[in-house]
């Protein structure tokens, strides 16, 4: 498993470069890319969120480990996860309205002093100052995920009078280096937890540092700016109404519950089934890294104007993708015929998919949900979300029952299945509107990506 972990971290990575160098040379140079007052301003923004974001990637490849390490059995590991999940979802609720109300700058200051302290509860082996830790995870990932974009997209038009067109260009590239990030903290975690073998508990430390200047940066560097404050309970009750009186919104939260349901269970799944067979975990979850980069730029090339794929078709790929690959894990898991090399390309092949999705989801939910009526929609779609993650790994996951993960991993399959109904079922919805497909570029270079 050691050499396989590597041959594979080392051939994606070939590929991850291979594929972003055809990129980089087709590149085209616009405005935004070299005007200097906006360059100074994006590394104003890069440099704090890219700290933030190490910080959370160190955390990935050894969360599950570091709880196997202080000997908890599966089932209360699971309930761990269980509240991280739940407390990602209460405090994304109220996470917009919080910002707005705090203040983005202040929140962001909060984000890096809420997660050193979870990092810190690492330290203990008490099962309670551990479950309290994941409840600061969840969050500290929910201001992640909504105070720092929003910090930017008020500076970038209010303060700054940036053109709006300019916006996804920075995202873009966020979103690239993002996965740069990704892979080079599983390499760094793996270094110190098993190369220097400071044990699983090391790359929680190494975070803190981040967490720390992450803060000092944003505090030092950033403006405060505010909201408009938005009634949550009208936020909600309009994200319901969209919800309910449009069927493609419905079907696409549908879709979305269900993916993202199963990616949950596989992240709490991907350690108890490789493990035992000693793989170098850092390793492996930068090889998911990278295999989700490539998904990520097989996107940006299928959706060119030399393929012109569309995203509801690269949807409906991905879907099957992570149906076919369960389905090799519920072979591949099978107590007493073990496959770890197997199981580890299924995984992979799963992280390929997100790569695909997510790019192609986002493409689908601006199209069809209308912006004022975003954040409630996507409160909504998060209560299914993460209910279906939770009720999986609670009731199907029985530590005493050998064939639970198997189980796990063939009722996950059914759920993709339904995924696919639900698919199939947007496409007979909007196989004739044009608003959801990808325009043919004009005049552009074919694999034009001015993210990079």
């Given at each position: 498993?050691?050499?396989?972990?590597?041959?594979a971290?080392?051939?994606?990575?070939?590929?991850?470069?291979?594929?972003?160098?055809?990129?980089?040379?087709?590149?085209?140079?616009?405005?935004?890319?070299?005007?200097?007052?906006?360059?100074?301003?994006?590394l104003?923004?890069?440099?704090v969120?890219?700290?933030?974001?190490?910080?959370?990637?160190l955390?990935?490849?050894?969360?599950?480990?570091?709880?196997?390490?202080?000997?908890f059995?599966?089932?209360?590991?699971?309930?761990?996860y269980?509240?991280?999940?739940?407390?990602?979802?209460?405090?994304?609720?109220?996470?917009?309205?919080?910002?707005?109300?705090?203040?983005?700058?202040?929140?962001?200051?909060?984000?890096?002093?809420?997660?050193?302290?979870?990092?810190?509860?690492?330290?203990?082996?008490?099962?309670?100052?551990?479950?309290?830790?994941r409840?600061l995870?969840?969050?500290?990932t929910?201001?992640?995920?909504?105070?720092?974009?929003?910090w930017?997209?008020?500076?970038?038009?209010?303060?700054?009078d940036?053109?709006?067109?300019?916006?996804p260009?920075?995202?873009?590239?966020?979103?690239?280096?993002?996965?740069?990030?990704?892979?080079?903290?599983?390499?760094?975690?793996?270094?110190?937890?098993?190369?220097?073998?400071?044990?699983?508990?090391?790359?929680?430390?190494?975070?803190?540092p981040?967490?720390m200047?992450?803060?000092?940066?944003?505090?030092?560097?950033?403006?405060e700016?505010?909201?408009?404050?938005?009634?949550?309970?009208?936020?909600?009750?309009?994200?319901?109404?969209?919800?309910?009186?449009?069927?493609?919104?419905?079907?696409?939260?549908?879709i979305?519950?269900?993916?993202?349901?199963?990616?949950?269970?596989?992240?709490?799944?991907?350690?108890?089934?490789?493990?035992?067979?000693?793989p170098?975990?850092?390793?492996?979850?930068?090889?998911?890294?990278?295999?989700?980069?490539?998904?990520?730029?097989?996107?940006?090339?299928?959706?060119?104007?030399?393929?012109?794929?569309?995203?509801?078709?690269?949807?409906?790929?991905s879907?099957?993708?992570v149906?076919?690959?369960?389905?090799?894990?519920?072979?591949?898991?099978?107590?007493?015929?073990?496959?770890?090399?197997?199981?580890?390309?299924?995984?992979?092949?799963?992280?390929?998919?997100?790569?695909?999705?997510?790019?192609a989801?986002?493409f689908?939910?601006?199209?069809?949900?209308?912006?004022?009526?975003?954040?409630?929609?996507?409160?909504w779609?998060?209560?299914?979300?993460?209910?279906?993650?939770?009720?999986?790994?609670?009731?199907?996951?029985?530590?005493?029952y050998?064939?639970?993960?198997?189980?796990?991993?063939?009722?996950?399959?059914?759920?993709?299945?339904?995924?696919?109904?639900?698919?199939?079922?947007?496409?007979?919805?909007v196989?004739?509107?044009?608003?959801?497909?990808?325009?043919?570029?004009?005049g552009?270079?074919?694999?034009?990506?001015?993210e990079?």
């Amino acid at each position: 498993m050691l050499f396989t972990a590597y041959v594979a971290f080392a051939v994606l990575l070939a590929i991850c470069m291979g594929l972003e160098f055809s990129a980089c040379r087709a590149k085209l140079t616009g405005s935004a890319c070299t005007n200097p007052a906006f360059l100074r301003f994006q590394l104003d923004y890069y440099q704090v969120y890219f700290l933030a974001l190490a910080a959370d990637w160190l955390q990935g490849p050894y969360l599950y480990k570091l709880y196997q390490h202080y000997h908890f059995l599966e089932g209360q590991i699971a309930i761990i996860y269980v509240c991280g999940f739940a407390s990602s979802v209460l405090f994304g609720l109220v996470s917009t309205s919080l910002v707005d109300w705090l203040g983005r700058k202040k929140s962001c200051i909060l984000f890096s002093l809420t997660y050193s302290v979870c990092c810190l509860t690492k330290l203990s082996w008490d099962y309670f100052v551990l479950v309290v830790g994941r409840i600061l995870g969840g969050l500290s990932t929910a201001l992640l995920f909504s105070a720092f974009e929003a910090w930017y997209v008020h500076e970038h038009v209010e303060r700054h009078d940036f053109p709006a067109e300019w916006i996804p260009a920075t995202f873009s590239r966020a979103a690239f280096w993002n996965n740069v990030i990704a892979i080079g903290a599983g390499v760094t975690a793996n270094f110190f937890a098993e190369w220097l073998g400071l044990g699983p508990v090391a790359p929680f430390m190494v975070s803190i540092p981040f967490l720390m200047l992450t803060g000092i940066f944003a505090m030092k560097n950033w403006d405060e700016n505010y909201g408009k404050k938005r009634a949550l309970s009208k936020t909600c009750v309009d994200g319901l109404k969209c919800l309910l009186s449009d069927r493609r919104v419905l079907l696409l939260g549908t879709i979305q519950a269900l993916f993202e349901s199963v990616i949950y269970i596989f992240i709490f799944l991907w350690t108890p089934v490789l493990d035992p067979h000693n793989p170098p975990l850092g390793i492996v979850f930068s090889s998911f890294m990278a295999a989700s980069m490539v998904g990520s730029s097989l996107y940006r090339i299928a959706t060119s104007k030399r393929y012109h794929l569309q995203p509801m078709h690269i949807l409906s790929l991905s879907v099957l993708m992570v149906f076919f690959s369960l389905f090799m894990l519920t072979f591949s898991t099978n107590p007493g015929q073990e496959n770890p090399s197997e199981s580890f390309l299924a995984f992979l092949l799963i992280e390929l998919s997100c790569g695909l999705y997510f790019p192609a989801m986002g493409f689908l939910r601006r199209k069809v949900i209308p912006e004022k009526d975003q954040v409630g929609v996507m409160n909504w779609f998060r209560i299914p979300l993460n209910l279906l993650a939770c009720l999986g790994m609670l009731i199907l996951h029985d530590s005493d029952y050998k064939t639970g993960t198997r189980n796990m991993f063939t009722i996950c399959s059914i759920m993709m299945v339904m995924a696919l109904l639900a698919v199939v079922s947007l496409f007979t919805v909007v196989r004739n509107n044009a608003e959801l497909r990808v325009p043919s570029p004009q005049g552009q270079n074919e694999l034009s990506s001015p993210e990079l």
